[in-house]
């Protein structure tokens, strides 16, 4: 008998924290029970539901259990080790760089909306998260204009000693320079979070009742002014609006999964009948039992967001098991209040839940036809372009220059159809002769020579046409390296300037038409994502350069660090307007003293 087995016999039927080790001691996967003793054994016992359980289970060779006292204190233990030790096949909620937050520090004496990534404990209001970031811009577009809130950052706002542009359109209060009073400034903006928050009623009326005055006070403009603002708040809370059933705030949670355990959560927030967030979550390394996971994500999802994340009222989820009444029991302690899990069978609370469901199938569909993607893109390279194996490493080629200053080029390198940047490279091509052509084949012989040279791709995209094919294929047969070449050129009108809605075209060697690649189709997708890759690299690069040989030069001057010369570029915007400025320009805008605004000019005259 193994020592695991042996501890398997003996664990006690009492509530408390398991901890799975991997042979190294490596957490594994942390989990709760109100009996560890049935719960840890069942993972041994009978087939694993999930893929991952079952890789886990392969890697596990110790469990440890931490005894607790019931199963809230279990709860509470569990999610601090887990915070502490992060293991890999627990419920790890990333970032998603697609569904943003808005967030209002409302310990600032003139607060604003700034959209963030992350929400964090933090004392601040958070709005969402919002699935249409477009949509999302559109409607603090809307409440900055008629609330007339700062828009500026805070060291804008700090340094700022005259109104912006804003406040001359009458778009800004101006509180930077005390045109209105925190009070005044703070009712603007809680009448904008309002509605921010799908509460906008209130203010609704109250933007009537001012309207109704303005005009019988015969003050029409005015009157204008504040029904073109009812319109456009009226339009920001429709498309917030569904029919909830009752003006209540819930949490919704819909759970889509798929027969090797691949599973999405889509989590809809709505607040006094107002859907003011939805966001999908996928788990694919978690490792636990599938019925866990809906309670283990939204024990995650609370503990790390701060007062007011958890509704007052209702969190309505699917069916939660034994785990429901501890994660009451948590989220009670966590909102200050009662808060309820609810399983609805029938009602308009069913409808929302089956909604948020439909949202989680179709999110792991798409993912489905994701994942499905650059398989299918190899393929239809491979076939298209008569290559001889599947494409599993394809690199890519791009050019970045502003006229002769500062040629930079980026090779970019996808492996399997995804991006592969542990493998990106970016040269500097100064000195190399004044064209494209030239450039790129150069590129080419100081990826395919020199020391670090690495094993060959299996297909090589240029950004291109024609010319940089012959310019490239040349330089292969010189160093005799055979691999399959494709030049993506962009689409051009008739008069032979790019345009968006002309497809691309897509050139091969030997091959005297372009190459017949429907423009949707998944191989020019997947080319085209290449293309924009290096494309992408390469700018970002060639602006890196370009910031870096400026700040060089500004601290060539006596008297400018690097400090100030960042401060230079920021004000002027340019090294060209800086060389351009006379002393006093200097002076004021950046507040160089004298002396030292005379040597910036001074430094140019002699050297520019």
Known sequence: MSELEAKLKVLPDHPGVYIMLAGDGKI???????????????????????????????????????????????????????????????????????????????????????????????????????????????????????????????????????????????????????????AEYRRLISSAALILGGRGRPVLK?????????????????????????????????????????????????????????????????RRGNVVGGRPFSFLEYGGRQEELPGAFLQRHYSDGGEGACPPQVVVVPELGEASEALESWLAKIRGSRVQLVVPSRGRRLQLLRLAQKNAEDYLTRQVAAEDFPSQALHELTRTCKLKALPKVIEGIDISNLQEDGVVASLVCFRSGQASKSDYRHYRLDGVAPDDFARMAEVVRRRFTGVHCRSQPDLLILDGGRPQLVAVGRVLRELNIEVPL??????????????????????????KDALSLAPRSSGARLLQQVRDEAHRFAVNYHRLVRKRERETVLVEVEGVGKARALRLLKVFGSLEKIIQASPEELVEKAGLPFSVARNVCNFFEQYY
């Open 28 to 182: 594994l996967y942390i989990g709760k029970a109100i009996s560890l003793r049935k719960r840890v054994r069942s993972y041994f016992s009978g087939r694993p539901d999930r893929a991952k359980t079952a890789l886990l289970l392969t890697k596990v060779r110790d469990v440890e259990v931490i005894l607790a006292g019931s199963e809230v204190e279990a709860l509470l233990l569990e999610n601090n080790l887990i915070k502490k030790h992060r293991p890999p096949f627990n419920v790890e909620l990333k970032d998603d760089k697609n569904y943003p937050y808005v967030r209002l520090d409302r310990s600032q004496t003139f607060p604003r909306f700034e959209v963030v990534r992350r929400r964090r404990a933090d004392g601040a209001r958070y709005f969402g998260p919002f699935p249409a970031v477009s949509a999302l811009r559109a409607t603090l577009g809307i409440l900055n204009k008629h609330f007339r809130l700062r828009r500026c950052r805070g060291e804008r706002f700090v340094n700022r000693v005259r109104p912006c542009l804003n406040y001359q359109m009458n778009l800004c209060a101006a509180p930077c320079c005390q045109k209105v009073t925190p």
């Open 206 to 270: 109250s933007l009537e009742r001012r309207m109704l005055k303005a005009a019988e006070g015969l003050d029409f403009e005015a009157a204008a002014g504040l029904r073109d603002a009812l319109a456009d708040i009226k339009l920001v809370l429709e498309n917030q609006t569904i029919d909830a059933g009752r003006d209540e705030d819930l949490d919704v949670l819909g759970v889509a999964s798929r027969t090797d355990g691949d599973c999405v959560l889509y989590f809809l927030t709505i």
């Open 486 to 511: 494709i030049a993506v050129a962009k689409g051009r009108d008739d008069r032979g300037r790019k345009d968006r809605k002309v497809p691309d075209s897509f050139y091969q060697p030997g091959r």
